[in-house]
Structures are given as structure tokens and as C-alpha cells.
């Protein structure tokens, strides 16, 4: 496996590039947020005139038949741009999920761009916890209330996982609130089941599911972290502030370099995880989540004043970062993770009470 | 690989022998041209090659590195046919020892202010400085050395590049003892000393140009090199850990694991790296490499001492060591002398003010020495 870009993949990339340097320049995704922050419009042409909706589905059910490589590209160039689109809720979460399941026919939907789906899980779980509990079966239906999904006011069908088994719910069988979310770009909301319809569609694991999630967006916090590198890049080389131009003080290039640093360190950890492995996913979500974060912070302090306005479209970037920071677990739980992986046993575990400090009189 | 097993078949079986072989059927390097080591073949294909070869006689890559990582390269780039033929063979299987004549007393991040003067007497030149921080100059058969010139031109414009007879009369080597107690490097006085004018390397004037392919080489070769996951440095502490469960504390874990992940990730951006060089010379983001090598060792390094919670320290005595034998020694030389990661081949320092101007793009700060001859600078 290389870690570079083939050429398919520029080729994607291009693709997907051109029609958001289009159809969704920051100004753009900035003018809807508050009202109705997914671009459904948008999200149709990506699904199926570029085709991004099956990337992950075999052939056999209609789709690209692509692997997490591709499915990576196009999370880079969205995180780029705060796409409003649920392609990694639907496409990727989700999709796993239905792929898993084996659910050939939801799959051969959502390959043809006409159903959107999602995963009812809270964004902000953890790969390596125990999901579940929320939602309950009975006799086929379903009941419970599951905060923070990501993706589920725009789906059709929404996918639950309740004790190893996927179920598929309409959307029209469920109430999905939209609740205010830090990330405007990609909205959470609470969903209910009140002995909702539900139809099983077979066994899933969902921490792998989780997992592979994980890794792949570290795909789009990279494209996060570079959208506000290269922006902050071309405002310091304009900004003039005693009689120069900022960037050409030490004290900013050499935060820039770091910065740089980071970043470069971030897009391989991001293409070493498309090989699917839980090692490479938990690396590249310990470090690319920070990073995000981090380049984010950066850009908006050394966008000064503006970097603090409505107005600028960075808080976007900042807002994404943030909560990708938490989503699908956040770099502690993925170091905790590694602990395992890596081989790297924790402190042994203090005694509960230590005799011999009592019989000192130290206690 | 077939050009290895014919290789092996009729391999001598002495070291040195076997070595020179090795240059001969082009297993040396195997982007560098057939007859100069190589097989005028991709660079990807040396991994292939050191995998192939992994249980025979290997290179000294400690004594060796400057050598390996800037001499040959340089040479590759700008030397005569004459000078590739002479210098490479003996460079690779460690014949011939080679050191860095570049900083100065007066010039370390500033190089292009260098002092040591070169002047033509016909066929020769007659060389005349001090130089400073020469690792290995001790066992070091010749060197790669900036000299000035013409001191009438700007400092950039005045500087040629050769190659340094470090047996030539008049060179005179002095051992610089260091934080760690032991002279890895030298002080190197140049009194009168003749080399011929074949030994130039590159043109008149022209020594920053060449320089440049030794700098970035450099910056590659420390740090860039490959390492499996979870070994190095990181597979040292990460052992150390493993073995002793009772020193672990709960604030150092979760500096043992974030320290893990930035192993990996600056391990996997190498990786990286390597692949995009196959193509080429390495351009200005190796400078990267060897930044974030730097921070990372030196944390590691600061946690193993730490974690050991031992006071004590290997050796002090003063002596010439060979090579920089980072593993082969306790924590404590271990955390000293990762401290010369971020000095060594241009400081963490200059390595940002590089990433930021030749690969972000940033203006440079104003300069106040560009077009002053290097004769009326402030020294
Ligand atoms: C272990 C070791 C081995 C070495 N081996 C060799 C060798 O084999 N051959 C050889 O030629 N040299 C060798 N060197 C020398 C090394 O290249 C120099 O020490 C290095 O380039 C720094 O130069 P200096 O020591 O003069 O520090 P200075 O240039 O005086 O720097 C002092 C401080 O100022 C900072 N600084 C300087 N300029 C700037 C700037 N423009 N912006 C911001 N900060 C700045 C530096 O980063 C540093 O922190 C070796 C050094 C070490 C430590």
C-alpha cells in the first residue's frame, strides 16, 4: 500500500473540488447555516452525478465497488470545504453498517443517490464502549430516544442497532428533532421511537463499524486543518502590520512551520488508515482530531479581529474541528485504545488501602 | 529479486570483499548509475535490495553517515566522472571515512558567512581557518568543505566547495569534549593546506549551490531514516515500560501513549517522504523530518530518564568514540545527546524559518546583509 495519491484518486478529488469550488464556497455554506444547513441540492449532484453515494457499495448492488482510499479523498475535499452534506453519516457510517447487515436492497438505494441514510447511534460514542440500551424491541417495534445523531434529519431510512441486530426504520415512523449543535454544518438531533415500525435486517458489530468511521474521518479533519492552514497562509502574506506583512515576523512563520508539520503529519496518518485496521483508525483519530483542533485555534488567533466575526466563514472550520474532536471518540479514548493495540500496559493498580502506611500512623 | 541471487551466488565471503562486490554489481545504491554502485533503477527498489541482502555483511552506518548521507550525493550531483569513480567505491564499504568541514567559530546557522579562505596558487589551493563541531573528523579520511573564495562578493556569491585531503600537511585535529563526556567531535585547524584543484567540486563560486544538495541531504539523512512501527527510540521506552510495571505512574502513561501516536504518525509521514523522493533529490520538506525527529526524540529520550527514576549515569570518562552509538548506551547519554538533534544540521530554529519560506511561501524577514560584500559584514 502507498501512501501517496494515485491517480484515480486525484481524478476524484478534482471532481469533487470543482463542482464545491462551484456550488459551495465558504460565503455560501455561511448564508444557509442557520436556516437549513444541509445542500440537498448539492448533495444530490455529488451522490450521483459524481457518484460519491455508493463508493463503498460492491458493484453487485450498484455502487463503485471503491475502497476506503476513495471514500477518503472525497471526506478530505468535504472537510475542506464544511461541506453540508451526509455523505460520511450516510455513505460511509451508515453504509458500513448496511454492508455488514447485508441489506442488498437499502444498499442498491443509497448507491443510486435516491435514499439517504443513518446510523442511530449519539456521534460523540465511543468506538470502544458497549453501544446500546437506548432503544429497546418489542414484538417488531421499537421504543426509546437516542441524542446527538448525526445525519438523521436529512435520512430516509434510519438505521438502529439494538443488541447485534440492524434495523431499518422509516424516517416518517420515528420524531427526529433537530437540536442546536456547536457544529453548524452538519446538524445532530434527537430521535424518538414510540413503538415505531421497525424491520431487522441482520447481525451487526457496530464498534466496527465505529472504528472504520473513526478512520476514515480522520480524512476530513485533515481537510479541515488544511482549508484553515492555507487560508491563514494567504492572510498573513497580505496583512500588512508594521509596515509588513505579518507573516514575515519569525514568531508567526514559525507557528505556521508547526502548523505545517502537523498537518503533513496528519495526511499520512489519515492515508495509513484507510488500510481498515483498528491500529491505524486509532492513531490517526489520537492525533488528526488534535490537530484539526489545533490548526483551527491557530487560524482564528492569527486572524485577529476578523477571525472572531460572524462574518468570516472560519468559525465553520473551528466548529467542525471541535466536535470531529469528539466524534466517533475522542483522541484519549483512541490513545486509551492503543493501549491495547500497541501493547503498552497501564500503571499497575494501587492497592485500595495500604496497611503499612496505616501502621506507620501516615495515613 | 534476481539481480540479488546472482549476486549471491558468487559473493566472496570476507567482509570487505563481500562489500566491495556488492558496489561492483550496482546493490549499492541502485538509483546511482551503473558502474558508480547502481543499476540506474527506481530508489524504491533499495528497500527490496536491504530486505534481500538483510543477513550479510552490512555498512557501519554510524561512522559512515556523513559519508553515505551527504558526501555521495553531493558527489553524485556535481562531481567529474574522475571523482565519482575515485570517491564512491571506497566511501560505501567504508574504506574511506568522511567528515563536514562546513560550520565555523564564527558561521553555524549563518554558513554563507564563513571565514576559511581558499586561494588559488595554479593547479592548488592553498587553504587557511578554523572549523568547529567536525564530528568524526578523528577517523575521518577526507571531508567535504565550504571555503570562501572571493571575499569582495556578497557572502552567498563568494564560496567553493571541495573536497579536503584530511591526511594533507597542515590539517590538525583537535578533540571538543561534550555534554556527554566522551569527543564525538573536533575542532579542525586548515594551515596552509594544498588541495589540488581536482579536488573542487562544482564550479568557482558556485560552493552555496552545492552545499545546498549537502544540506538537504542532511536533513533527510537525520531522521528520515526507516524504522519498523513501534521501534527506535519508541520501541526502547515502550520496552523499558514493559519491563519494569512497577515505575509506571498513571501522568506518565498518557504521556507514554501520546507519545506513541506521534512516533507513528512522524514514522508513518517518512514513510511518505521516502515514497515521494524515489523520484528525486530531496527538496526543502525534508527539513520537516528532521524538526519533528528532533522534538520527538528529545521528549523520548526526557521521558526514559524519568520513567528509570535512576540517578546514575553510564560513563563519563573523555574519550573518542567512533560513532554515535544512540542505542548502545544508557538513558542518560541517551537524553544528552538528543539535545544535539535540534542543533545538528541546522538548528529547529532555521529548519522552521526554511519550511516557512521555501514551502509556505512566506516573506522573508528584512535583510540587512544581502547585497554587501562579504568583507564588510558585522562579524
Ligand atoms: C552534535 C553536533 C554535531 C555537529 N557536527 C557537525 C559536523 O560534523 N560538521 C559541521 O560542519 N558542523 C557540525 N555541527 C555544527 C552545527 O551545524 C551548528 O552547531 C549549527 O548549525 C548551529 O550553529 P551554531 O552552533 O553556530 O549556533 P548559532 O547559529 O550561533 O545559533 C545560536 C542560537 O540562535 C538561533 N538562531 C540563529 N540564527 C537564527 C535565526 N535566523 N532565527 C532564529 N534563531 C536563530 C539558533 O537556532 C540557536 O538556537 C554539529 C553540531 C552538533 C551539536
Known amino acids: 500500500m502507498t501512501l501517496l495519491y494515485t491517480d484515480v484518486e486525484d481524478e476524484l478529488r478534482a471532481a469533487v473540488r470543482d463542482l464545491l469550488a462551484d456550488r459551495c464556497p465558504p460565503a455560501a455554506v455561511l448564508a444557509r447555516v442557520e436556516d437549513e444547513p444541509h445542500d440537498l441540492d448539492l448533495w444530490k449532484t455529488l451522490a450521483r452525478d459524481i457518484g460519491v453515494a455508493g463508493l463503498l457499495i460492491p458493484e453487485e448492488y450498484g455502487g463503485a465497488g471503491a475502497s476506503a482510499r476513495e471514500a477518503a479523498v472525497v471526506l478530505e475535499e468535504l472537510g475542506r470545504a464544511v461541506t453540508p452534506v451526509p455523505f460520511f453519516t450516510s455513505s460511509v457510517l451508515a453504509t458500513h453498517a448496511l454492508l455488514q447487515a447485508g441489506a442488498g436492497e437499502l444498499l442498491r438505494g443509497v448507491a443510486e443517490g435516491d435514499l439517504t441514510v443513518a446510523l442511530v447511534v449519539p456521534f460523540s460514542v465511543s468506538p470502544y464502549r458497549e453501544v446500546g440500551g437506548a432503544v429497546t424491541v418489542t414484538d417488531g417495534r421499537l421504543t426509546g430516544v437516542v441524542s446527538a445523531v448525526a445525519g438523521a434529519d436529512v435520512a430516509d431510512v434510519l438505521l438502529v442497532p439494538v443488541d447485534g441486530t440492524l434495523h431499518a426504520v422509516p424516517a416518517a415512523e420515528a420524531t427526529v428533532e433537530v437540536t442546536p449543535s456547536l457544529d453548524l454544518t452538519r446538524p445532530i438531533a434527537t430521535v424518538t421511537f414510540a413503538d415505531s415500525v421497525a424491520e431487522p435486517l441482520g447481525a451487526v458489530d457496530v464498534g466496527r463499524t465505529l472504528r472504520f468511521g473513526a478512520g476514515l474521518l480522520a480524512s476530513e479533519q485533515l481537510g479541515v486543518a488544511e482549508w484553515c492552514l492555507e487560508t491563514t497562509l494567504a492572510y498573513v502574506k497580505e496583512r500588512y502590520q508594521f509596515a509588513r506583512p505579518v507573516g514575515s515576523f519569525q514568531a508567526i512563520k514559525h507557528r505556521l512551520a508547526d502548523l505545517w508539520l502537523d498537518v503533513v503529519r496528519a495526511r499520512a496518518a489519515a492515508r495509513a488508515a484507510t488500510d481498515g485496521t483498528a491500529l491505524a483508525a486509532a492513531v490517526a483519530q489520537a492525533w488528526n482530531a488534535g490537530v484539526a483542533v489545533h490548526v483551527a485555534e491557530e487560524a482564528v488567533q492569527l486572524h485577529g479581529g476578523i477571525g472572531m466575526t460572524w462574518e468570516h466563514p472560519l468559525h465553520l472550520f473551528l466548529k467542525r474541528a471541535k466536535s470531529t474532536e469528539l466524534a466517533l471518540g475522542t483522541p484519549g479514548d483512541h490513545r486509551d485504545a492503543l493501549a491495547e493495540l500497541a501493547d503498552l500496559p497501564g500503571p499497575v493498580r494501587a492497592e485500595p488501602d495500604r496497611p503499612e502506611l496505616n501502621r506507620a500512623g501516615l495515613s | 529479486m534476481d539481480v540479488v541471487d546472482r549476486f549471491l551466488e558468487n559473493a566472496p565471503s570476507d567482509r570487505l570483499e563481500f562489500l566491495r562486490a556488492r558496489f561492483d554489481a550496482g546493490l549499492a545504491w541502485v538509483h546511482f548509475p551503473v558502474g558508480l554502485g547502481g543499476l540506474g533503477a527506481p530508489r524504491e527498489m533499495q528497500q527490496e535490495v536491504e530486505r534481500a541482502l538483510a543477513h550479510t555483511p552490512q555498512l557501519d552506518t554510524g561512522v559512515q553517515a556523513i559519508g553515505l548521507g551527504m558526501a555521495a550525493p553531493t558527489i553524485l550531483a556535481f562531481g567529474t566522472e574522475e571523482q565519482k569513480k575515485r570517491f564512491l567505491r571506497p566511501l560505501w564499504t567504508g574504506e574511506e571515512i568522511w567528515c563536514q568541514l562546513f560550520s565555523e567559530p564564527g558561521a553555524g546557522s549563518d554558513l554563507a558567512t564563513l571565514a576559511t579562505r581558499a586561494v588559488r596558487d595554479g593547479d592548488e589551493w592553498v587553504v587557511?581557518?578554523?572549523?568547529?563541531?567536525?564530528?568524526?573528523?578523528?577517523?575521518?579520511?577526507?571531508?567535504?568543505?565550504v571555503a570562501r573564495t572571493d571575499p569582495d562578493l556578497p557572502k552567498h556569491r563568494g564560496l567553493t566547495y571541495f573536497i579536503c585531503d584530511m591526511h594533507a600537511p597542515g590539517v590538525d585535529v583537535r578533540p571538543l569534549r561534550q555534554i556527554t563526556g566522551e569527543a564525538e567531535f573536533n575542532?579542525?585547524?586548515?594551515?596552509?593546506?594544498?588541495?589540488?584543484?581536482?579536488?573542487?567540486?562544482?564550479?568557482?563560486?558556485?560552493?552555496?549551490?552545492?552545499?545546498?544538495t549537502t544540506l538537504m541531504n542532511e536533513r533527510v539523512a537525520i531522521g528520515g531514516a526507516p524504522v519498523r512501527r513501534g521501534g527506535g527510540m519508541i520501541g526502547l521506552v515502550a520496552d523499558a515500560w514493559r519491563e519494569r510495571p512497577e515505575l509506571r505512574t498513571h501522568d506518565l502513561y498518557q504521556r507514554l501513549l501520546a507519545l506513541w501516536v506521534e512516533?507513528?504518525?512522524t514514522r508513518l509521514s517518512g514513510v511518505r517522504l521516502r515514497e515521494q523522493l524515489a523520484a528525486g533529490q530531496p527538496g526543502p520538506e525534508g527539513s520537516g523530518m528532521k524538526?519533528?525527529?528532533?522534538?520527538?526524540?528529545?521528549?523520548?529520550?526526557?521521558?526514559?530518564?524519568?520513567?528509570?527514576?535512576d540517578l546514575g549515569y553510564d560513563d563519563w570518562a573523555f574519550r573518542r568514540s567512533d560513532s554515535v552509538d544512540f542505542l548502545g548506551r544508557g538513558p542518560g547519554y541517551r537524553y544528552l545527546r538528543a539535545k544535539g538533534n535540534s542543533i545538528e544540521g541546522g538548528t529547529s530554529e532555521i529548519l522552521r524559518n526554511i519550511i516557512a519560506e521555501r514551502v509556505l511561501g512566506l516573506p522573508s524577514e528584512p535583510r540587512v546583509d544581502k547585497d554587501v560584500p562579504w568583507k564588510d559584514l558585522p562579524r
Open chain 2, 128 to 145: 587557511d581557518g578554523q572549523k568547529v563541531w567536525t564530528s568524526g573528523a578523528h577517523h575521518a579520511r577526507w571531508a567535504i568543505l
Open chain 2, 187 to 212: 575542532e579542525v585547524f586548515l594551515t596552509g593546506v594544498r588541495l589540488s584543484d581536482d579536488l573542487r567540486l562544482g564550479e568557482v563560486g558556485d560552493g552555496w549551490r552545492v552545499a545546498q
Open chain 2, 263 to 265: 512516533a507513528e504518525v
Open chain 2, 291 to 309: 524538526l519533528s525527529f528532533a522534538k520527538l526524540n528529545q521528549a523520548l529520550t526526557g521521558f526514559e530518564v524519568e520513567f528509570n527514576r
